[in-house]
């Protein structure tokens, strides 16, 4: 059974810093697309960033300069450093794991809570 778990989130200052982590458990195939997507309260939810095996990046305006995405291929795991965060950036944040296709190894999971608060 394909596992995504996200950690690293919680309560952090405006300007603060927090580094997410997705670990992906179950997959035998090769992931292609690993991506970070939010929601916050009443909104839809965001594509934040994503990254294809190859290190190709794609990151939504808002967060541009502030955040940046990695991956470990060996592991699956996916991480999402966050830096100068502001109450914007409050949501929650799931990660997502597709294969070449586009097909989505596993349902959202629980998501990690961001809270930026002074």
């Known amino acids: 059974q394909v596992q995504l778990v996200e950690s690293g989130g919680g309560l952090v200052q405006p300007g603060g810093s927090l580094r997410l982590t997705c670990a992906v458990s179950?997959?035998?195939?090769?992931?292609?697309?690993m991506g970070w997507y939010r929601q916050a309260p009443g909104k839809q939810r965001e594509l934040v960033a994503a990254?294809?095996?190859?290190?190709?990046?794609n990151y939504a305006d808002s967060v541009k300069g502030r955040f940046a995405i990695s991956r470990d291929n060996a592991k699956n795991t996916v991480y999402l450093q966050m830096n100068s965060l502001k109450p914007e950036d409050t949501a929650v944040y799931y990660c997502?794991?597709?294969?070449?296709?586009?097909?989505?190894?596993?349902?959202w999971g629980q998501g990690t809570q961001v809270s930026v608060s002074s």
């Open positions: 179950g997959i035998i195939a090769r992931i292609y697309y």
């Open positions: 990254i294809t095996s190859g290190g190709s990046t």
């Open positions: 997502d794991a597709e294969d070449e296709s586009g097909l989505k190894f596993a349902s």
